[in-house]
C-alpha cells in the first residue's frame, strides 16, 4: 500500500462524487501510483457507501482492492456480531478480510488478533485501525490454519467468516467445503479457545450446521426486513450441551426484532388452521424467521391460524403487531379461476405479485394476470387450508 499525503485525501474529496471510468479515462496518460489509488477508493467508497455509513464517516478509511469493498461485512451486521462478545475478552478473528467484524469486536474486546493471509488487506487492515484511534488491534499477516496450529497465547472467543464460493464460483452448502474448513481445524481451535463463533452463507442448512458442531449452544439466521444476510454458529468448548437455542433477527437502524425457541419447541407445537377472511389480517414472516423455520411454532406463540400447512402466511382477525414479520390487511379475497383471471387487470392494473405454495411463480402469475408490478397493493397467490387457490389482495399495515 502507498504512502498516503494529505493531498490523496483532499483530491479523492474534491472527486468522490466523478464518474470513476471517466476519471481513468481523462487522467490515463499521466496516471500515478497515488493516483490510480485515489481513483480506486472513489470506486470502493461508492460500492460501501450504504453498508459501511458508519465507517466511511472517517475519510482516511482506505480500501486495498475493490473486491474487498464488494465482501465486507456490513456495520449493521458487524454492530449485532459484537453483541456476541462480552467486555474486556481476548479474541482472534480467524479469517480478518477487510477488518469491518475486527473494529466492532474491538471497541468491546481487551485485545483482538486479526488473521488476515492477503499481505496488502493486512497492511491496510492495521493502517484503518491506527486511523480509528484502535490500540488493542495485533494483525497478523498468515494462514490462519497455521496461525491457530502453533499460536501460544490462549484466547476466549475465535471468530471465523469462511469463504462462500469455491474455486468454481458454485455455492456451498456444508462447513466442511467452506475455506477455511472450519470441520478441520475445529480441534486446533478448541485447544487455543474457549468459545468460537462462526459466520456463514445463508445458503447452508441448518439442521447440517448443528449436525456438524455438536458443542453448538446458539444458532442465528440474521437478515434485514427484505433477505436473510447469513447464519452465525456460536460453539462454546466450555458448557455441556443440552440443548441448542435457535434464533432470528431482523436488523434495521431503528431496531433489532429477535424471535428465539428450543427445536423441540417447534416439534412440540400445533397450528391453527383457519379461512383468510377479508378485512382480516395476513402475516409474513421476515426472512430470517423463515430460514429457522418455527411454522408451526409461529402459529401457536402468536395465536394466529396458518394458511395451509405448506403456505407459510398465517392470518387473524384482531391485528397482532409484535408477530415478527410483514403485517397486511387483506381487501379481497379472488378465487384462482379463469373466470376472474380475465377481469383481475380491469381493476388491478399495477401490484405486487407474489405466489406462495402456488402452482406457478410470481412472474408466471404476474403474465397471466396481465398485471405490472408496482403501486402499495400486493396479490398473494397462494393454497389455503381447504386446497383451493386464491388471489389474496393485501396494503401492508
Request: charged share 25%.
Amino acid at each position: 500500500m502507498i504512502n498516503i499525503s494529505s493531498e490523496i485525501y483532499k483530491w479523492i474529496e474534491e472527486h468522490q462524487d466523478e464518474d470513476v471510468s471517466k476519471l481513468r479515462l481523462r487522467y490515463h496518460k499521466q496516471m500515478t501510483e497515488e493516483l490510480d489509488f485515489a481513483i480506486l477508493q472513489i470506486e470502493c467508497r461508492r460500492k460501501a457507501s450504504k453498508k459501511l455509513s458508519e465507517t466511511l464517516q472517517n475519510k482516511q478509511f482506505v480500501f486495498p482492492t475493490t473486491l474487498s469493498a464488494e465482501q465486507c461485512t456490513s456495520d449493521l451486521l458487524s454492530a449485532f456480531h459484537a453483541t456476541l462478545i462480552d467486555d474486556g475478552i481476548y479474541m482472534i478473528d480467524l479469517t480478518c478480510g477487510l477488518g469491518i467484524d475486527v473494529y466492532h469486536f474491538a471497541q468491546k474486546a481487551k485485545s483482538i488478533t486479526a488473521v488476515e493471509r492477503n499481505p496488502e488487506i493486512a497492511q491496510a487492515v492495521k493502517y484503518n485501525a491506527g486511523i480509528l484511534g484502535f490500540r488493542n488491534i495485533n494483525v497478523q499477516n498468515t494462514d490462519c490454519c497455521e496461525f491457530i496450529k502453533n499460536v501460544e497465547s490462549h484466547f476466549d472467543v475465535a471468530f471465523i467468516d469462511p469463504a462462500r464460493r469455491g474455486n468454481s464460483g458454485k455455492r456451498l452448502y456444508a462447513l466442511s467445503d467452506c475455506e477455511p474448513d472450519v470441520i478441520a481445524i475445529l480441534d486446533d481451535i478448541k485447544k487455543k479457545c474457549d468459545k468460537l463463533i462462526i459466520k456463514v452463507s445463508p445458503m447452508l442448512d441448518i439442521s447440517q450446521i448443528i449436525r456438524e458442531l455438536p458443542e453448538i449452544t446458539e444458532i442465528y439466521a440474521i437478515g434485514t426486513t427484505q433477505e436473510c444476510k447469513e447464519i452465525v454458529a456460536v460453539v462454546d468448548f466450555k458448557v455441556k450441551v443440552e440443548k441448542v437455542n435457535v434464533n432470528s433477527v431482523t436488523l434495521s437502524k431503528e431496531e433489532t426484532i429477535k424471535f428465539s425457541f428450543e427445536l423441540n419447541e417447534e416439534q412440540n407445537s400445533s397450528p391453527i388452521y383457519v379461512l383468510p377472511q377479508e378485512q382480516g389480517y395476513l402475516y409474513e414472516p421476515y426472512p430470517a424467521v423463515m430460514k429457522v423455520a418455527p411454522y408451526k411454532l409461529l402459529s401457536s406463540k402468536y395465536n394466529v391460524a396458518k394458511l395451509h400447512s405448506n403456505t407459510h402466511l398465517y392470518t387473524s382477525q384482531d391485528q397482532i403487531s409484535d408477530f415478527p414479520g410483514e403485517i397486511f390487511k387483506i381487501e379481497e379475497i379472488i378465487p384462482f379461476s379463469s373466470k376472474e383471471i380475465k377481469k383481475f387487470s380491469t381493476q388491478y392494473s399495477k401490484i405486487n405479485v407474489a405466489t406462495r405454495n402456488f402452482i406457478m411463480s410470481a412472474d408466471d402469475l404476474r403474465q397471466k394476470l396481465k398485471v405490472k408490478d408496482g403501486g402499495e397493493k400486493r396479490v398473494f397467490g397462494c393454497t389455503i387450508s381447504d386446497g383451493s387457490r386464491q388471489l389474496i389482495i393485501v396494503s401492508k399495515v
